[in-house]
């Protein structure tokens, strides 16, 4: 079987011609009301070395909800209905299989519902600045990783399974490295390895749990993994486990969940559309490549439907909680870490930190098998009662939506993104010609800047200006590179009068700290934003600047991308393309917002329109998302206008 890779997004496509039996046009799920979930504490069954558990009560005074709950325990039947919670068993069965995993005794599990944030850990007592509240050996826990599960799988007696042997086979086509670095298109190649790995162990899993049919699960190694990791696999929010047993849809907000129309209308307009279009593409193109080895291994057993649910809802589960890993660590790509997963995310007001830990120095850091300990740290005094949370990384609100189905509200202040158009939608040659309705050759002064043909050349020449210029520095920062995406929007009127696909516009990623409130508004960053992307937009201003002379010359040969690139690097010379640049900004800015709320109107008059009892609920859910993305980003172009002004 051939892969062939396209895009840095790594959608992989057979060239093999083999006959697709799963047409991925949408997972088969089932939206379901949500139960009430009981609020439990979990007491952890191991300490750290040379700690001594206090005698103070285990209820926390500083959240009424908790100590409401600690009497409904009592109850023998609730307490026992409670411990069968799925992650109550994981944290229970992980820690007590690893004797050298120390949790320390002033934190606790707790079990809320998702309403009220869902599963977290808290602390019960007070714990000092940079105390180590969690230290997991990852080889015992039970992490899951694709270099580990991979290596297992050819050391095993018997390698007749099918979906290993397919992902065997992307894993060593994808993963080797190239002048010994690793490019995106494979680190996304071993994510899609990790998510079918999760998907595969996921059904064999619920075969083996499901009386109907445990008789037709293959002994292997496949059954053997899924049993060492039940624990985990049970935990995790994977759709074939939640339909079995009636719970809601532990899903609703990611993209890959969402209908057609409702990517189409709620997200209209913001770069959050984009992303969810990229991930959808990247599941539908994958899973037909899939689907010979799924289907070989389960479908006497398993309904196609099901082995959907069981891939989408894998997809979902790797891309909102895998934890990435340091270059100086020897595991590829990224791997699912129990226990510590269940810690919430807080980008502002973080009080506890992770981090890989290695025990050996003369292996030079370098962990076999990319095992070793998993340690988290508080970063500040956790008082008794607060919950204990860490930041998942700076993202802006796109990212987070599309990674993790959710947005962070804002409390005080964070850094945002949003994104500037790096060329208006059309482009007018002659913008000091007379315009009027006799005025017959008006429509050759406009150029269609949406045309793939033409903003590609324009596109590539912007980067190479912008790279040459931060080449001349040794070792540029790579928060100064230029980073170029796109949204989707309808083309223009006045150039496609009876297109109505939706085009690609190439947009300038621009980054600010926004406040909540007046108290700041940060201008300084401000200014440091409209600087950071102002050697794009004075290469743009120059390549336009060439579209217009070669107007006025009377040529109307196609935009050739060599022309482009001389014309984006003369604004490094004598010229000063700092009034076209910043006109463009500004001019890019007003669209944008524009673009957003037409778009944010649209989605509201659509959302009015639709009336869907089975979803109207997650509908509402997706629209909140929406808004919030969408909100996101208008903050920071208000910002950033009212700096230019």
Not at 434 to 450: C, E, H, P, V, W
Not at 478 to 484: A, L, V, Y
Request: with cysteine; net charge neutral.
């Amino acid at each position: 079987m051939k892969w062939r890779f396209v895009c840095a997004f790594t959608i992989l496509v057979n060239t093999g011609g083999a006959q697709c039996g799963i047409i991925a046009t949408c997972a088969a799920f089932e939206f379901r009301a949500p139960r009430q979930a009981n609020f439990l504490l979990v007491r952890p069954r191991r300490r750290l070395h040379g700690s001594t558990p206090t005698a103070k009560s285990h209820s926390i005074a500083s959240s009424s909800s908790l100590m409401s709950h600690q009497s409904s325990v009592e109850d023998p039947s609730q307490a026992q209905k409670e411990c069968d919670h799925p992650h109550t068993r994981l944290w229970s069965s992980a820690l007590n299989k690893s004797p050298n995993s120390h949790v320390h005794p002033s934190i606790e599990l707790v079990i809320r519902p998702p309403s009220e944030g869902g599963t977290g850990i808290v602390a019960i007592n007070d714990i000092p600045v940079n105390t180590i509240v969690m230290s997991l050996r990852l080889e015992e826990v039970g992490m899951i990783d694709a270099t580990s599960m991979i290596k297992s799988y050819k050391l095993h007696a018997k390698q007749d399974d099918a979906v290993f042997n397919m992902l065997v086979e992307m894993w060593e086509t994808g993963s080797r490295p190239i002048n010994n670095t690793r490019d995106k298109t494979q680190e996304g190649q071993r994510l899609l390895v990790l998510s079918g790995i999760v998907a595969h162990l996921q059904i064999v899993r619920y075969k083996d749990l499901s009386s109907s049919v445990t008789s037709e699960v293959k002994a292997g190694f496949a059954l053997d993994e899924s049993r060492r990791l039940g624990a985990f696999l049970d935990a995790m929010p994977l759709l074939l486990q939640h339909v079995r047993k009636g719970d809601r849809h532990p899903f609703p907000t990611h993209f890959l969940f969402w209908t057609g129309e409702e990517v189409e209308n709620l997200l209209q307009g913001t770069v959050a559309q984009a992303l969810a279009y990229r991930d959808r593409a990247i599941v539908t193109l994958t899973v037909p490549e899939w689907s010979n080895a799924f289907l070989e291994e389960h479908s006497s057993s398993v309904s196609k439907s099901e082995i959907l649910n069981a891939i989408y809802s894998s997809f979902a589960c790797v891309t909102s909680r895998s934890f990435g890993v340091p270059k100086r660590i020897d595991l590829d790509g990224k791997g699912l870490i129990p226990v510590v997963d269940m810690l919430n995310h807080d980008s502002e007001n973080a009080n506890v930190q992770w981090k890989f830990r290695t025990r050996t120095e003369e292996r030079n850091n370098m962990i076999p098998e990319g095992k070793d300990d998993f340690v988290v740290r508080t970063i500040r005094d956790v008082l008794k009662g607060q919950e204990l949370v860490a930041s998942y990384g700076w993202r802006p609100s796109w990212d987070m939506a599309s990674s993790y189905g959710f947005v962070p509200r804002m409390m005080k202040e964070r850094w945002e993104c949003s994104a500037i158009p790096l060329f208006p939608a059309v482009l007018d040659l002659d913008p000091y010609a007379m315009s009027s309705q006799q005025n017959k050759t008006l429509d050759k002064a406009k150029l269609d800047l949406l045309s793939e043909a033409n903003y590609g050349p324009l596109v590539k020449a912007v980067t190479a200006a912008v790279d040459a210029t931060l080449d001349k520095f040794s070792s540029p920062n790579r928060r100064n590179r230029i980073q170029i995406l796109s949204v989707f929007r309808p083309p223009s009127p006045e150039t496609s009068p009876t297109n109505t696909v939706l085009r690609r516009q190439p947009v300038v990623v621009v980054e600010t700290k926004i406040h909540n409130g007046k108290d700041s508004d940060n201008q300084h960053h401000h200014k440091l934003a409209i600087k950071s992307i102002l050697p794009a937009f004075r290469a743009a201003a120059a390549a336009i600047s060439q579209l217009r002379h070669n107007h006025q010359k009377g040529s109307s040969s196609p935009i050739k991308s060599s022309q482009m690139a001389l014309a984006a690097a003369s604004n490094d010379g004598g010229k000063d393309w700092d009034a076209p640049a910043l006109a463009l900004i500004r001019d890019g800015i007003n669209d944008r917002i524009t673009a957003l709320l037409q778009g944010g109107q649209n989605a509201e008059m659509w959302l009015a329109e639709v009336s869907d009892i089975n979803s109207s609920d997650h509908r509402q859910h997706r629209a909140n998302l929406a808004r919030a993305t969408r909100d996101a980003e208008l903050r920071v172009l208000e910002k950033l206008l009212s700096e230019l002004s």
